[in-house]
T-cell receptor, first 113, second 110 residues
């Protein structure tokens, strides 16, 4: 499909659970992104990492915790989520922050019960 | 706060006709714009980028940018049922702050 993979593709969790989303890019890119896509709302940028360093946190609640161990992997750790956090979570990568073309992964469809 | 506005649709176009998708943006100094296509249940896929005033053509797709009017459009010629999707307009002047519109749902009817 694309050079960006995400697991799991679907996740159902309770509000007290802790889970993690994983993203891996095979494109040799240096910048990685987490987006949230809710029904009928624009894609919302959550976090940006460039060369493993976080460069943007778009006022995301602390129940979402990103981790970027290297330029190819990005995680989103989830804990004590709310039902309104149910959405499609998309990972994307770009060559660097100066390169504006981003490539998206297939997303994780998250449902919080 | 930069904004990108799109009509949510659905826009219904007969097969073989030209589909015209429109987008306006709020930041006068923005330089880079993108059109992404997103099929239901799938991730966005980049189909066109445009940086200069005027038209840019790629196969059946033409992107148009008018910076004076802060207006971006996407024309799809000879529309096919496979073009049915949601089309996202994005202001990409800063890679770390790409602003997406909410998308226009396009339906091509046979």
């Amino acid at each position: 499909e694309t050079g960006v993979t995400q697991t799991p593709r679907h996740l159902v969790m309770g509000m007290t659970n802790k889970k993690s989303l994983k993203c891996e890019q095979h494109l040799g890119h240096n910048a990685m992104y987490w987006y949230k896509q809710s029904a009928k709302k624009p894609l919302e940028l959550m976090f940006v990492y460039n060369f493993k360093e976080q460069t943007e946190n778009n006022s995301v609640p602390s129940r979402f915790s990103p981790e970027c161990p290297n330029s190819s992997h990005l995680f989103l750790h989830l804990h004590t989520l709310q039902p309104e956090d149910s959405a499609l979570y998309l990972c994307a990568s770009s060559q660097d922050l100066e390169t504006d073309t981003q490539y998206f992964g297939p997303g994780t469809r998250l449902t919080v019960l | 706060q930069k904004e990108v506005e799109q009509n949510s649709g659905p826009l219904s176009v007969p097969e073989g006709a030209i589909a015209s998708l429109n987008c306006t943006y709020s930041d006068r100094v923005s330089q880079s714009f993108f059109w992404y296509r997103q099929y239901s249940g799938k991730s966005p896929e980049l189909i066109m980028s445009i940086y200069s005033n005027g038209d840019k053509e790629d196969g059946r797709f033409t992107a148009q940018l008018n910076k004076a009017s802060q207006y971006v459009s996407l024309l799809i010629r000879d529309s096919q049922p496979s073009d049915s999707a949601t089309y996202l307009c994005a202001d990409g002047s800063s890679a770390s702050k790409i602003i997406f519109g909410s998308g226009t749902r396009l339906s091509i009817r046979p």
